[in-house]
């Protein structure tokens, strides 16, 4: 499907990236407005534009409010409207294999909705007129109480598996260590799990190939633990998708032990960047006081500037957390320090 795209400069790439893994074929970008647009969003001079644009999909990276939401569907009818949590939603979709995915993914999507549908209800009920969902008053108001039904339902689904998977990692804590690996998405997470544990799962360049907890466990000597392959973070991650995925990343949370893994090879400016929003996530999540190994993955694309970016992102860390057990740069591609990678495990959580 052809898309328009509206996305901060500085987000352009890993926007457009996005938008092509959930399908779409980017035609044109645009940088968001600075100030946006109390009706639409974007200016209205966009809005009439599109109209006569060849595209079928208009993805705004942000987060859209009701408002927004409805004007633009009534105005470019015949148009897909995404923001920044439904583009990220479609993705997760598109990777979800287990019923607990599926619920998550679906919750998060019916709690996104629900206040859009609430201002549908209260703009029809005060001009009794067809609303834009085809329903009328009535409609409206019959699809707001399925909506809550429905979220009720998952939602107790979701805390009975809750409770069951965080009283099932809490008990491999008297088994084996657990490892995980975490950092942003596209950093190689799963490229460094392969390499570790011998195996092949997938790896691409789009984003969120990893979007449920891959587990493997490995050996060193008479010593083993399990090493956990986790979803990726994002930019200004929307709060929804942390707290809708929480059951998903709480193997972050249960980890002994956590690989931070970030592309050494990154302009400076965006590393920092990647660093600091690491960090801010794993304070989200409620990541206090756990060790954590910073892996430099992709320092063979660097050209014997390693050991700089690699105190760059040093000493950013210790003054972002604590304790930072270490910093390791490494090639998941060519296997460079996978070897003391795993030595500096093992000897942390044995």
Do not use: W
């Not at 392969?194 to 990893?210: C, H, K, P, W, Y």
Request: glycine share 4%; net charge positive; hydrophobic share 40%.
């Amino acid at each position: 499907m052809k898309a328009v795209l509206f996305a901060p400069d500085e987000l352009v790439e890993e926007a457009l990236t996005l938008t092509e893994t959930a399908g779409y074929s980017v035609t044109l970008t645009y940088p968001l407005p600075s100030k946006p647009n109390r009706l639409f969003y974007i200016s209205q001079e966009k809005v009439k534009l599109l109209k006569e644009k060849d595209i079928e999909t208009i993805v705004i990276f942000d987060l859209l409010s009701p408002r927004h939401f409805i004007n633009l569907n009534r105005s470019l009818e015949n148009k897909k409207i995404l923001d920044k949590l439904f583009l990220l939603l479609e993705i997760f979709a598109l990777h979800a294999g287990s019923k607990e995915a599926k619920l998550q993914i679906e919750l998060a999507r019916l709690k996104y909705e629900l206040p859009i549908l609430k201002d549908v209800y209260s703009k029809t009920k005060k001009s009794e007129q067809q609303g834009p969902l085809g329903a009328g008053t009535y409609g409206v108001e019959s699809i707001l109480r399925l909506y809550n039904r429905k979220i009720s339902k998952i939602t107790r689904e979701l805390e009975s598996l809750k409770k069951f998977r965080e009283d099932q990692m809490k008990s491999r804590e008297r088994d084996i260590p657990y490892v995980a690996i975490t950092g942003y998405t596209n950093a190689g997470k799963t490229s460094i799990f392969n390499v570790m544990t011998g195996l092949n799962q997938a790896t691409d360049q789009s984003m969120f190939t990893t979007t449920a907890p891959k587990r493997y466990a490995i050996k060193r000597n008479s010593k083993k633990l399990m090493l956990v392959d986790t979803v990726g973070f994002i930019r200004s991650i929307p709060p929804q998708i942390i707290d809708t995925f929480f059951v998903t990343l709480s193997e972050i949370k249960y980890a002994d032990l956590l690989l931070l893994v970030v592309d050494i090879s990154l302009d400076d400016s965006i590393l920092i960047e990647i660093t600091r929003s690491s960090f801010e996530i794993l304070r989200e999540l409620g990541i206090t006081g756990k060790p954590i190994i910073i892996v430099g993955n992709k320092a063979d694309l660097l050209n014997g500037n390693v050991a700089n970016k690699l105190e760059t992102v040093r000493l950013l860390s210790e003054g972002l957390y604590a304790p930072i057990m270490d910093c390791v740069p490494v090639s998941a591609k060519n296997g460079l320090n996978i070897e003391l990678l795993r030595d500096k495990i093992f000897s942390l959580v044995n």
